[in-house]
């Protein structure tokens, strides 16, 4: 598509070569791509429309005879305002500064707000007069002075015959004096730090705007555009300018756009920020009594902790969609009121169980579910020292245990996010409640794990679960998998040959896994002590069935810090379950490639 000219010289040598406009389709459509398409809007049939299917929203066909729209339809509907991620705040103490001078500071909003709202040089009213007289004895007072103050420099320049003689014009000085100009200064707006009482009180001790904290500009600055954005929408004070016939007219909704608020914001202030928006955004009499009047307010943010304070139906996830070779990345919007919308029971505890945990699974890469609380304090461990790649990923780790692990499956789903489940078999005997059990092979025990029963691998026979192949621990139309213990090849000095134990839970696994080390540690305590005491023992099933007996301390957290307080966590062995499921997650965050990230 370019154009290329080149030639040579009298001696033969190629000059320099010459592209011509366009050089590719991306410079040709960058200038002229709007001269060949324009856009049109139709009014569609509301009875037809279709709600999106997995985020892929659902078109409606025009009719034949379809006309579109004339000018822009959302005129005089939409009021639109828009705060963005870069506001302009900049370290005093910096060198150079990136941003024009007063840019987004709260002086310069100020002195906007004052020009179209309270300016009483805008159609005065009665209220008005007072200060405008003020202003014009001041002017008056000021001028004086400045005449007496030149007097004696005017008169010299009039000794040189300047201005001249006759009719030449002669100097005479004047202000211009208005109230703005009060706020036209770097300190205009200042925060007083200590309030003093008596003849100090006409010394406060304050410091101007530019020399408070970046987050707390930041918070009311944004906060004063609300209410900036919100006056100009109901045309308070100077802003509104109807006709002596005429009512002022108001779009019916506001749309108030806010990028990334939590710039600079400590963790409490953003969900402060964030309960109090929207207030700001209706505080106003009209909006009050008139309720067809619609404010609505668009957040976007990387902040777990603005969406931890939000309704979480009100959120939107942007799902990022696996492109095939040689398509363009792109992603997809998730309306997590199709998940969060339900009143069902597993609906209310999922939602409950993230109320009291953070919402950073909205913002990893993958998620961990783990069983217990030793899981939660030592798989960080393991992704540090045994599976350093994954460590560099943001991968959120929440404690849930097998029986509530299932409750997060359909957000999970909604999400598409790469999901491993590292839970526990806990075997149980039917014949005798369900209570928990030894787990032996061919007795028929069963495992009372929900997620195990209900989910992945959908199994609850005890030997049907140990025999499950890594492949069926995979889901088949999401990126999840399941880890759990199956068997462990011990051999203790009582046993002829390798034996193979099945561990009930984590801390079994680790112990086993690690019987040389665990042997080693001095002065244990509860469940530690008891650990160590079975690993003394002669063969591999007694060992375990002792293992399995000092777990009704149930004292796991304990457990775990034992392990990184008595051993470096560095040489630990991860337990072959997990570190099969660590496997498989690493695979898939690394098969991204030809994903957004």
Known sequence: ?????????????????????????????????????????YVLDEVKLLDPISGVAQSQKLLPNAVPVEGDPFKGLIKVDIINAQRGFNDPNSEKSTEPVGHGNLS????????????????PAAADIEALVALEAAKAAFDSKLTSSFEIPLKELADLNYPGFGGNPTIKLTTKLEAIDGLNHKSAVQFELLKLEGESASYPLSLPEKYNGLGY????????KLIRFRDEW????????PSANEEPEFEPLHLVLVEEPEAHLHAQVQQVFIKKAYDVLRKNAY???????????????????????????????????????GEVPTSTIVNLSE????????????????RSNHADLFFADAVILVEGSAERMLVPHFLRHAHKDLYSCYIAILEIGGRHGHTLRPLLEQLGIITLIITDLDSVDPTKRNSSVYPVPGKGYNSGNTVLRTWLPAKKGLDELIKVAAAGKIANDFPFRVAYQTGIQCQFPG?????????????????????????????????????????????????????????????????ALDVLYLHDPTTLIVPEYIKEGLNWLSEQLNARPKEAK
């Open 1 to 41: 598509m370019s154009a290329i000219i080149t030639s040579t010289t009298k001696e033969g040598k190629e000059k320099p070569k010459l592209e011509l406009w366009p050089k590719t389709l991306w410079d040709f459509l960058e200038r002229r791509l709007h001269s060949f398409f324009h856009v049109s809007a």
């Open 108 to 123: 310069s909003q100020l002195r906007e707000y004052y020009s179209k709202h309270l300016n009483p040089y805008e159609t």
């Open 217 to 224: 500009q930041n918070l009311i600055s944004m906060v004063f």
């Open 234 to 241: 109901m045309q308070v004070g100077k802003s509104a300018k």
């Open 287 to 325: 909006l009050e009594k008139y309720s067809h009047f619609k404010s609505q307010l668009v957040v976007s943010t990387h902040s777990n902790h603005i969406a931890h304070e939000i309704d979480f139906t009100a959120l939107r996830y942007f799902k990022r969609k696996p492109a095939a070779e």
């Open 339 to 354: 998940t969060f919308g339900k009143k069902d029971d597993t609906t209310k505890f999922a939602k409950r169980y993230l």
């Open 495 to 559: 046993d002829e040959k390798p034996v193979t134990a099945i561990p009930y839970t984590f801390e079994v696994a680790l112990a086993l896994e690690n019987k040389v080390t665990f042997s080693t540690f001095k002065d244990p305590q509860d469940m530690m002590a008891d650990f160590q005491e079975a690993l003394k023992l002669s063969t591999t099933d007694v060992v375990n069935r002792a293992l399995y007996d000092a777990l009704k301390s149930k004292k796991k957290a304990e457990f």
